[in-house]
């Protein structure tokens, strides 16, 4: 058994483009790989009340969260032939348009990769203890609920 | 972390049940299982009562009541919305 921290998967702030790039970037070397699926979740500047959301303030209960990523992690590399697979997720504040959740599958084929990508963002929503707070551009503030 | 003798258990609040309590963490008196500790929550903060929330037991989540060892590490979750 692994008594070892899982690795942090938090990220201060937003997840930039750039890094995006670079984590593609580093497959190369893995010539093993057919298929890369990607999953961006971004902050939607939504409309509630006439009030535009600016911002959203994330939260997370960090030693749990990294635990139920963890355990998301071996079962989808127990399901499907997978290859590897990142996932980060940002603490604090993410603007509307900047991206909060990066999800990165890489398989032989697609098959796996789409849809254990999508098992993946499933779960990481409805099992990962982390809390949005939707920040108006008034300043007034409302906490998320995930559909 | 502050310790906590064997009559306490470590609570951590999370969103909008750590802004009822006004604070993220904190030692509260020992409660033998899930349903005491949550009556007794609701009793100080009984804006509690209204609100949706799942108690997690040394960062283990059963929807039944659970036992809560003494000094246990016990943490408020309301719904998550990561993502």
């Known amino acids: ?147 | 972390m502050n310790i906590v003798s064997e009559k306490e258990i470590h609570l951590l609040a999370f969103g909008m049940i750590a802004e009822v309590l006004n604070s993220q963490e904190r030692t509260w008196p020992w409660a033998m299982d899930t349903d005491a500790l949550r009556a007794d929550l609701i009793h100080i903060f009984p804006e509690l009562k209204d609100m949706p929330f799942v108690i997690a037991v040394d960062m283990e989540v059963n929807h039944m009541n659970q036992p809560i060892p003494p000094g246990a590490t016990v943490a408020l979750l309301p719904p998550y919305s990561g993502g």
Not at chain 1, 47 to 70: F, N, P, T
Request: proline letters at 3%; charged letters at 20%.
């Open chain 1, 1 to 147: 058994m692994s008594e070892k921290k899982p690795k942090s998967i938090f990220i201060q702030g937003p997840i930039s483009g750039v890094f995006v790039g670079e984590s593609i970037a580093k497959h190369q070397s893995k010539t093993d790989i057919g298929a890369h699926a990607l999953f961006l979740g971004q902050v939607r500047a939504d409309v509630r009340d006439g009030q535009r959301v600016s911002h959203i303030d994330y939260s997370a209960y960090e030693d749990m969260a990294l635990q139920k990523v963890h355990d998301i992690r071996e079962a989808a590399f127990g399901q499907y032939p997978l290859t590897c697979m990142h996932i980060y997720h940002s603490l604090g504040t993410v603007g509307a348009g900047e991206i909060s959740l990066f999800v990165f599958v890489s398989s032989p084929h697609r098959d796996a990769a789409f849809t254990a990508l999508r098992q993946i963002v499933d779960q990481i929503k409805s099992d990962v203890p982390i809390w949005g707070k939707e920040v108006f551009v008034d300043g007034d503030a409302t906490w998320k609920v995930n559909r």
